[in-house]
């Protein structure tokens, strides 16, 4: 189970990015994939989730600006996100719950056991 997740960077706030999350070694679309992020000085958190029946979650820091999206045929899950704000300054990463265990990270009533690596977002003027 590998995953990578790509696409952060500096941007001014009201700014756009993408991040994506590409997988191998299993397919994206049999298990619940996330995206959390964390802050300097600050706790992982979750930001929002694709379940393998394609239901979406999204923190109330995210709804309405962030959207999640997988492309079954790239294996690929990605984090859309509009209206970039400093506080979304943070390093993202993704994770699915395949194979977690109960002391994995939980969010949403799920555990997350395999992370990708993170990608830095700074969001700044």
């Known amino acids: 189970v590998q995953l990578q997740a790509c696409g952060g960077g500096l941007v001014q706030p009201g700014e756009s990015l993408r991040l994506s999350c590409a997988a191998s070694g299993f397919s994206l679309r049999d298990y619940d994939i996330g995206w959390f992020r964390q802050a300097p000085g600050k706790e992982r958190e979750g930001v929002s989730l694709?379940?393998?029946?394609?239901?979406?979650w999204y923190a109330d820091s995210a709804k309405g600006r962030f959207v999640i999206a997988r492309d079954n045929a790239k294996n690929t899950v990605y984090l859309q996100m509009y209206r970039l704000k400093p506080e979304d300054t943070a390093v993202y990463y993704c994770a699915t719950d395949k194979g977690a265990h109960t002391s994995d990270f939980e969010w949403l009533g799920r555990h997350f056991g395999s992370w990708g690596q993170g990608t830095q977002v700074t969001v700044s003027s």
């Open positions: 694709i379940s393998s029946s394609d239901g979406t």
